[in-house]
Nanobody, 128 residues
Framework: QVKVVESGGGSALAGGSLRLSCVASGTFLNYFAVGWFRQTGAGREGVSCISSNDGSTYYSDSVKGRFTISRDNAKFTVDLQMDSLNPEDTGVYYC??????????????????????WGQGTQVTVSS
């Protein structure tokens, strides 16, 4: 059985940093396109995605220039480095994986129901 698990959430002050990590059990994330999604009262937003095949990455306008998504192929993880955090970054962050090729921007714009695996989410709270 495949499971996706997030780690690294927590609390930070505005201007601080956090690093989230996503790992799969039962398979390797290397084979999947992966997205990080943020759940707030406004809904679930795709903040960053990474392609499975062409190395492309995508960032929403709200995080561009502050967040960095990357693969650690030695650890089989997909990480999200979050810098210059602000209170608007507060939310539950989910990792999702899909066995699909394509550009990262298209992955982030997919219907959420089309992702094969979702993690349970990790809370990120940024205070001013």
């Amino acid at each position: 059985q495949v499971k996706v698990v997030e780690s690294g959430g927590g609390s930070a002050l505005a201007g601080g940093s956090l690093r989230l990590s996503c790992v799969a059990s039962g398979t390797f994330l290397n084979y999947f396109a992966v997205g990080w999604f943020r759940q707030t009262g406004a809904g679930r937003e795709g903040v960053s995605c990474i392609s499975s095949n062409d190395g492309s990455t995508y960032y929403s306008d709200s995080v561009k220039g502050r967040f960095t998504i990357s693969r650690d192929n030695a650890k089989f993880t997909v990480d999200l480095q979050m810098d210059s955090l602000n209170p608007e970054d507060t939310g539950v962050y989910y990792c999702a994986a899909v066995a699909r090729v394509g550009e990262a921007r298209d992955i982030c714009r997919m219907n959420k129901d089309d992702f094969h695996y979702w993690g349970q989410g990790t809370q990120v709270t940024v205070s001013s």
